[in-house]
C-alpha cells in the first residue's frame, strides 16, 4: 500500500522532472536565462534553480553559468535534446502535432516527419492518422505555390500573381510576402499590396500564376492581424434567416454552433444567424439548392428568386 508520504514524495519528485526539463527547453530556446528569471518563472528559490542546474550537469546536459553583465545560464550551442527525456505519450503528442501541420500542405514536413520517427524509435508506427484539409480535385501545384511564396518571404522578394477577389473579379497584384497563416481550414497570404499600398489578406487558392520577381524590399512594421481583418472585411451585415431541410444539417454544423440552430415541428430547422454582406453569401444560399429557404431579409429572398429563374432560363430555352 502507498502512504501519503511516498505520493508527496513521487508527486515532488514528477514536479521536479517537469521542471528540469522545460529549464532544458527554455534554454534551447532562448540561449542564456539568468537563474532569477528561472526562479520567478518556477516559483522557486534560485538556490532551488542552482540545485536543478548541478541536477542537469551531473546527468550529462552541457549546462554553464556566466557571471557578471550579460550572464546566466546557458547550454552548449551544439547541445540537442535526447530522446530519451521526451515520454511515448509525449513524442506521440508531438508526431501528431507534425502530421497536422504537414495535412496543412505546409512543405519540407515529410523530410522532418521521417527524421522525428527516426529520433523516437519507440513508436512502433506513425502513419496511424491522416488529416487532410485540402479540397477535392486540388492540383499537385499547389504545393509548388506554397513553397514560392515562402522563398520570397524568406528572400524578402516581391511576389507577382493573379488574383481572384470574393466578388470573381481577377487582377495582377505585386506584393512584398509577410507572413503565412492558417485559418478556418484554409492558408492565407499576409502581404503588403502594391496596389492599395496598404496590408491585404490573400487566400492562397486564389493566387494565380505566382512568380518570384528579382525586386526585393525592406519589411514593414510588425502586422497588426486585427486591424487587417476589420480593413479587409465588408463593412455591412446581414441577419439571415433560413428554413432548412434535415438534409442538409451536416452542412450547417460545419460552419454554426448549435446556438444558432433551432428545431421546428415539422421536422425542419431554422438558421438564424449574422454574416457579412457580399456577393458571397448568395452562392453559398443557391448552393443548397431546394433544401433552403431564405425566410428573412426579402431583399435577398427576392434576389435568390431572381437568381433560381435566371437559372431555369438556361434549361427551358
Known sequence: MVSTADTIINFGEKMKINRLFEITTILLNKGTVTAKELADRFSVSTRTIYRDIDVLSSAGVPVYMNKGNGGGIALLETYAINRTLISD???????????????????????????????????????????????????????????????????????????????????????????????????????????????????????????????????????????????????????LKLRCHARVLNRLYDYFDDSFIAKNDDGSFTLEVTLPAGEWI????????????????????????ERLKQALEFYES
Not at 165 to 188: C, T, V
Not at 283 to 290: A, N, Q
Open 89 to 239: 505519450e509525449e513524442s506521440e503528442s508531438l508526431l501528431v502535432a507534425i502530421k497536422t501541420l504537414q495535412a496543412t500542405q505546409y512543405p519540407e514536413l515529410d523530410m522532418v516527419l521521417e527524421k522525428i520517427g527516426a529520433i523516437f524509435k519507440k513508436i512502433p508506427n506513425h502513419d496511424w492518422v491522416e488529416i487532410d484539409f485540402s479540397p477535392w480535385g486540388s492540383m499537385a501545384n499547389e504545393k509548388n505555390k506554397f513553397n514560392d511564396i515562402k522563398k520570397a518571404m524568406l528572400q524578402r522578394k516581391v511576389i507577382r500573381f493573379e488574383y481572384v477577389n470574393g466578388d470573381g473579379h481577377k487582377s495582377i497584384r505585386l506584393a512584398e510576402p509577410q507572413k503565412l497563416m492558417f485559418k478556418g481550414n484554409a492558408w492565407y497570404l499576409i502581404a503588403y499590396c502594391r496596389h492599395h499600398q496598404e496590408d491585404r489578406t490573400f487566400r492562397i487558392s486564389r493566387l494565380k500564376n505566382v512568380e518570384i520577381t528579382a525586386e526585393t524590399f525592406e519589411p514593414k512594421a510588425k502586422t497588426d492581424l486585427e486591424s487587417i481583418e476589420i480593413k479587409n472585411s465588408l463593412q455591412s451585415f446581414v441577419q
Open 282 to 305: 448568395y452562392s453559398y444560399i443557391l448552393s443548397f439548392g431546394s433544401f433552403v429557404e431564405v425566410i428573412e431579409p426579402e431583399h435577398i429572398r427576392q434576389t435568390i428568386a
